[in-house]
């Protein structure tokens, strides 16, 4: 019994003494705001509020290095529609990236643990889009935030729908058709974030799941020229201020949700919107891309027209528009959507012509 009673004693007091080292793991963390100059912000943001800087669109991401063996984040969820619940990706140094995703409207989340003793970079990318709410970033909590790496000089951004905005393509964790619509969505393994990945430059993914230049679908009533300006990608929301980002290159993927339409009708607003393009990035080159989930008919359709509009920005006087056609279709993902081995596929066909283009 008194053997019973000693063992008994010891399990109690190694639970405390376990509960209390990780309280003081947990007390050795210290809280680094959101406005804290060492912490890197990429993507179109609100800073309104710099202690809790709010973010709603596709690829937006934060990159912080800090010193210790774990982290945690501070992150606030809009929850819209009172459920909804925004996919983060996580990426710490070199290790394999992986997603997870926000529970209530206030999240601590334990993104790093278990790390060796030293120096480490950590990357948070929102993978889900506007329609599914803002995440507001409060802070990190580490033994000490150190100063990040440079930012690569060399800057994309992607311009697109669904298929640039990474929906339906990840399927790891809910298989097609389950779930909600915004469950297979991977903003951080998309064609735009990879080139930007294997080409070293920062990407903003300016996308929208069902946008079209001139028709939309799903009942939309906005059209990408009339929210390319805004923070939130809404025609109703915050303007964003285009200095802040000012790329080397812009992609333009748009087009499946317009199908096929009258050609010269497409083609100048096409030509229009590539106009508002240089007004904003005088230096950047842009690219017209085709669909790459688009059926023959419409992607015949698409580089039709896509030949045409760059073929008169170059005649008059805008030599920097180009165009580029994918090698073949990509739909494997739900929806017929690329999945996420086809936008690996994507991404190496881009990455190869961009650095034909800009010599990278």
């Known amino acids: 019994m008194i053997k019973y009673i000693s063992g008994?004693?010891?399990?109690?007091?190694?639970q405390l003494s376990m509960s209390a080292s990780a309280a003081m793991l947990n007390d050795s963390l210290k809280l680094y705001k959101a406005d804290n100059t060492y912490i890197q912000y990429v993507g179109r943001i609100d800073f309104n509020n710099p202690l809790?800087?709010?973010?709603?669109a596709p690829g937006v991401y934060i990159k912080a290095s800090f010193k210790g063996n774990k982290c945690q984040l501070l992150i606030n969820d809009e929850v819209m529609y009172g459920k909804s619940h925004n996919y983060l990706e996580i990426a710490v140094d070199d290790n394999k990236p992986y997603r997870i995703q926000t529970t209530s409207k206030t999240n601590v989340i334990t993104v790093a643990e278990g790390l060796a003793n030293g120096e480490h970079t950590i990357l948070i990318c929102k993978d889900t889009e506007s329609q599914i709410g803002y995440i507001d970033f409060v802070g990190i909590r580490c033994l000490e935030l150190l100063p990040p790496p440079a930012q690569p000089k060399r800057k994309i951004e992607y311009i697109g729908d669904s298929i640039t905005s990474g929906a339906g393509m990840d399927q790891s964790e809910m298989p097609c058709g389950k779930g909600e619509w915004y469950d297979q969505h991977n903003a951080y393994m998309t064609y735009g974030a990879r080139t930007s990945r294997n080409l070293n430059a920062q990407w903003q993914l300016t996308s929208v799941a069902g946008i079209g230049l001139v028709h939309s679908c799903c009942n939309m009533d906005v059209t990408m020229p009339q929210v390319f300006d805004k923070v939130y990608l809404r025609n109703d929301s915050l303007a964003w201020d285009f200095k802040r980002y000012q790329p080397d290159v812009v992609t333009l993927c748009l087009g499946q949700n317009d199908g096929i339409q009258d050609s010269v009708m497409y083609c100048e607003s096409y030509g229009k919107f590539i106009k508002t393009l240089r007004q904003k990035y005088p230096a950047a080159d842009i690219v017209c891309l085709s669909s790459p989930?688009?059926?023959?008919k419409l992607t015949l359709a698409l580089q039709s027209y896509i030949t045409a509009?760059?073929?008169?920005?170059?005649?008059n006087g805008d030599k920097k528009v180009y165009k580029y056609f994918f090698s073949r279709r990509y739909y494997q993902g739900c929806g017929t959507h690329p999945d996420m081995k086809e936008h690996q596929f994507i991404a190496d066909e881009l990455t190869a012509y961009l650095k034909q283009l800009k010599g990278w």
Request: without cysteine; glycine residues 0%; aromatic residues 8%.
């Open 8 to 14: 008994l004693l010891f399990a109690v007091l190694l």
């Open 309 to 315: 509009i760059t073929a008169d920005a170059n005649l």
């Open 293 to 296: 989930m688009a059926d023959e």
């Open 52 to 56: 809790k800087p709010r973010m709603w």
